[in-house]
Every structure is written in C-alpha cells, then in structure tokens.
Nanobody, 120 residues
Framework: QVQLVESGGGLVQPGGSLRLSCAAS????????MGWYRQAPGKQRELVAR???????NYADSVKGRFTISRDNAKNAVYLQMNSLKPEDTAVYYC??????????????WGQGTQVTVSS
C-alpha cells in the first residue's frame, strides 16, 4: 500500500499564491512520476502538472507561467507553487504518484484531495 498525504489548500484572493505539498509513504520501491490534477464542480478531473523521474515537466496550458511543480526525491514528495491565482483555478487538487511497490508491482496512488478556492 502506498499512501499520499496532501496539504496546503485554502482560500485565497485572486492574484494570490498557495503552495501545495504531497508526501508518499508505504511500500515504495521506486517512484516514476508525481503530479497534480484538479477537478472543479461539474467538470472532469484534469492534469495540472506532472514531473517524471527524469526531471522534465508537463503543464496544462491554463497554468503555464503561473504554476511550478517540484519534487524532493529523498522525501518522496511533490510540491505545486501556484502564483497569480484566478477564480477559474478553484477546484479540488489531487496528488497522483506512479511507481513500483516493494513487491515490484506497478501502482498508481491518489491523495485525498485538497480544496483550493480563489475568491474575493
């Protein structure tokens, strides 16, 4: 079992910043990729940012230039720095991790989600 614990969501005014954190723990052999997804009410879950183990990054067009993903491999952690937040960024943000567990089986784990609300 691999568990993800997220933190850092909250209420922020437009133009403000938030930093999300996610740490993975459990029976982990190797993590291949960590990333952030979000789901707004009435919409499908979508990719926000993703970082594979090679250090490359993928961002949704809507957040490019405003959000930055980073990883701390020693801590099995991933972070999302969100700047210049807009009301349309309001959503539940989920951390996702893909890897191989201690039994050498591939796994995908999701965090419980953290609410981000951008409103004046």
């Amino acid at each position: 079992q691999v568990q993800l614990v997220e933190s850092g969501g909250g209420l922020v005014q437009p133009g403000g910043s938030l930093r999300l954190s996610c740490a993975a723990s459990g029976s982990i052999y190797r993590i291949y990729a960590m990333g952030w997804y979000r789901q707004a009410p009435g919409k499908q879950r979508e990719l926000v940012a993703r970082m594979p183990s090679d250090g490359s990054t993928n961002y949704a067009d809507s957040v490019k230039g405003r959000f930055t993903i980073s990883r701390d491999n020693a801590k099995n952690a991933v972070y999302l720095q969100m700047n210049s937040l807009k009301p349309e960024d309001t959503a539940v943000y989920y951390c996702r991790t893909d890897g191989k567990n201690s039994g050498y089986r591939d796994f995908t784990s999701w965090g419980q989600g953290t609410q981000v609300t951008v409103s004046s």
